[in-house]
């Protein structure tokens, strides 16, 4: 689980980046609202926590730039704690608000409770058109049919599925099926994708992974 902390206070960065990294998550710290938006809609994050009142643009802005692209939770962690910013910060589609001074604990136990949240999807059978993906029993069917994948194959379907729409960079998809950032061989990710698509989409007529020509793919049903 990669959470993302936006926070130009140092020592409550430290803080809460050492609590949460013990508990097992891996933290990234941005200290400022333009890096937090640019990290939390290049990056893959679980979570982000984010203060309110930052250098450059202010945390009403920065979640505002990431709901345009994206739906990752956001816990607004603030010491404006009137009710006025709490419901501007839910209006806004924060999915919590937790006032500073706070106790870590409960900090921990909003961050279990949105990831867990989070994670009730990552259960369910997920469509597309004619496919459909079991995460449970890892029991992949186009038109009924079953296809059999390699682990590594089926990782990189899944990630797609889960980014139905959107553009999958050959980083982005380098980093999360990989987990590894390796810019200078991307070439591993259209090999693995070009053998997903032989399986998948080849023996179909509606194609469902679509190139972007130098940037990465799409995953959709759109025609081409
Ligand atoms: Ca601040």
Request: glycine share 8%; net charge negative; with cysteine.
């Amino acid at each position: 689980m990669r959470i993302l902390i936006v926070e130009d206070e140092p020592k409550t960065a430290a803080y809460v980046r050492k609590g949460l990294t013990e508990h097992g998550y891996v933290v990234d710290v941005a200290s400022d609202g333009l890096d937090g938006l640019h990290l939390a809609t290049t990056s893959d994050y679980d979570l982000v926590l984010l203060d309110v009142m930052l250098p450059g643009i202010d945390g009403w802005s920065v979640l505002q730039g990431v709901r345009r692209q994206r739906q990752t939770p956001v816990l607004f962690l603030s010491a404006r704690g009137q009710v006025d910013d709490r419901v501007k910060g839910l209006k806004l589609g924060a999915d919590d608000y937790l006032v500073k001074p706070f106790a870590f604990s409960e900090l921990l136990a909003r961050v279990q409770n949105i990831l867990r949240r989070g994670q009730v999807p990552r259960d369910q059978t997920m469509r597309v058109a004619d496919l459909e993906v079991d995460p449970v029993r890892r029991r992949v069917t186009r038109s009924g049919g079953r296809i059999d994948l390699t682990a590594k194959e089926y990782a990189l379907l899944d990630y797609f599925v889960r980014h139905v729409g959107e553009l999958c960079s050959r980083t982005l998809i380098a980093e999360n099926v990989w987990d590894m950032n390796f810019d200078s061989d991307t070439n591993v990710v259209d090999v693995a994708v070009r053998r997903l698509r032989a399986k998948i989409d080849d023996p179909y007529e509606a194609k469902l992974i679509h190139t972007v020509r130098g940037v990465g793919y799409v995953f959709d049903t759109r025609d081409e």
